[in-house]
Each structure stands twice: as structure tokens, then as C-alpha cells.
């Protein structure tokens, strides 16, 4: 069984650029979780998806970042304009109806 | 909101030692806790997970504890190798409508051979 997929696996940009991140969840898997995970600090919830409705994004930094998670398969984080604060790794993770959750391997964003 | 707080951040330990890790979370509702392992560069992988109907929970050469009472749960890891060395992970799922995993801070061990 596949996991959790993402792309670009390492991005760098200068500050104020766009950014976007991809995510393929298991298939089958309804939930889908974008994370952003700080150097040495847990993962922080940013938006939680079941299907195509984000129900959680009371920690999304509506200002500079949107999701969107078309036919809810794919999802895409994007942040525009992105600040020197941005970098970290971006999870993405899924379940099914279960408590278990998968991770893909991350985007790690560095801001120049 | 839950708050999930995890002892030590940083454990050394002798390969063929035990190590533990403990963490405790605020919220009674949480019902689910699930254990990380993160080597460096790679994803979170789900080592062992605990549900609130169970007081232990072993497999292998991890266990893992939960005393809901006091609101902490630990992981054990016995007879330590090299490769244990990584980053873990404790979380706590809240089972309120919200559904949402927080995670401790972690904990950086490393085995010395």
C-alpha cells in the first residue's frame, strides 16, 4: 500500500515569494491533516480536512495561507507571500475512520 | 484546547539499557494516545498507541502506560539498540467533535553503543 505522498520533498525561496505543497493521502483515507512542524518542536496543526470540507482551520494563518483539497483526494497548502518565520517542515498526514495517523514524508520549507 | 507536555527532551542511555519517556495531557476527554518515532530528515512513524480503556499495552521491546487518573502515559522501551535512536513523539487525541492530535514537544534519545 502506498503512504502518505508529498511533493516538493525540500523548497527554497526568498521571502514574499509563493509556495505550494501537494499532498496524496492514502487512498481510501476521508481525513487529511496539514502540520507544520518547527526544528526540535512537535508537529502544530494547521488545517484538518474530512472529504472536501476543512472543519479545523482555527490555527491556518489566514492572512498568507490557504488549502484547498479539490474532490477530497489531493490537497494543496499554499503560502503567499511567505515570510523568514515560514520555515519548517509541512506534514501531511491522513486517516480513515480509526484514530491511526499517517505521515508523509514533508516539505521542508526554508525562507531566504 | 489540549496541552500535552513531554519529559525529557533529551535522554542518553547505554545500548542494552531501558529508557522511559513520560508525557501528560489537561484535557480528560482525550481517549486516544498514539507514540511517534522520528529519525532525522524522515517522517513521524507510529510506534505503539494507547487507547483510554487500557492501562498497558506492550509490544515487543516497547510498552506503553497510561494512568488516567493523573492524566500521563509513558513509553518504555526495554534492551535499547543504536537504531533506537530518533526522536519520539507522545500525542493525545481529543474525542470531542474536533477529533485533533496534539503532540508533545519530543524527546531526542540516543543509544550509545
Known amino acids: 500500500e502506498a503512504g502518505v505522498v508529498q511533493s516538493p520533498r525540500y523548497k527554497i525561496i526568498e521571502k514574499k515569494q509563493p509556495v505550494a505543497f501537494w499532498c496524496n493521502p492514502i487512498s481510501g483515507h476521508n481525513t487529511l491533516y496539514w502540520y507544520r512542524q518547527n526544528l526540535g518542536q512537535g508537529p502544530e496543526l494547521l488545517i484538518r480536512?474530512?472529504?472536501?470540507?476543512?472543519?479545523?482551520d482555527s490555527q491556518l494563518p489566514k492572512d498568507r495561507f490557504s488549502a484547498e483539497r479539490l474532490k477530497g483526494v489531493d490537497s494543496t497548502l499554499k503560502i503567499q507571500p511567505a515570510e523568514l518565520g515560514d520555515s519548517a517542515v509541512y506534514l501531511c498526514?491522513?486517516?480513515?475512520?480509526?484514530?491511526?495517523?499517517?505521515f508523509g514524508s514533508g516539505t521542508q520549507l526554508s525562507v531566504l | 484546547g489540549e496541552n500535552v507536555e513531554q519529559h525529557p527532551s533529551t535522554l542518553s542511555v547505554q545500548e542494552g539499557d531501558s529508557a522511559v519517556i513520560k508525557c501528560t495531557y489537561s484535557?480528560?476527554?482525550?481517549?486516544?494516545f498514539p507514540w511517534y518515532k522520528q529519525e532525522l530528515g524522515k517522517r513521524p512513524q507510529l510506534i505503539i498507541d494507547?487507547?483510554?480503556?487500557?492501562g498497558e499495552k506492550k509490544d515487543q521491546r516497547i510498552a506503553v502506560t497510561l494512568n488516567k487518573t493523573a492524566k500521563h502515559f509513558s513509553l518504555h522501551i526495554t534492551e535499547t539498540q543504536p537504531e533506537d535512536s530518533a526522536v519520539y513523539f507522545c500525542a493525545a487525541l481529543y474525542s470531542g467533535s474536533a477529533r485533533q492530535l496534539t503532540f508533545g514537544s519530543g524527546t531526542q534519545l540516543t543509544v550509545l553503543p
Open positions: 494507547i487507547r483510554s480503556n487500557v
Open positions: 480536512y474530512e472529504n472536501e470540507e476543512a472543519v479545523d
Open positions: 498526514a491522513s486517516r480513515t475512520g480509526g484514530e491511526k495517523l499517517f
Open positions: 484535557d480528560s476527554a482525550s481517549n486516544y
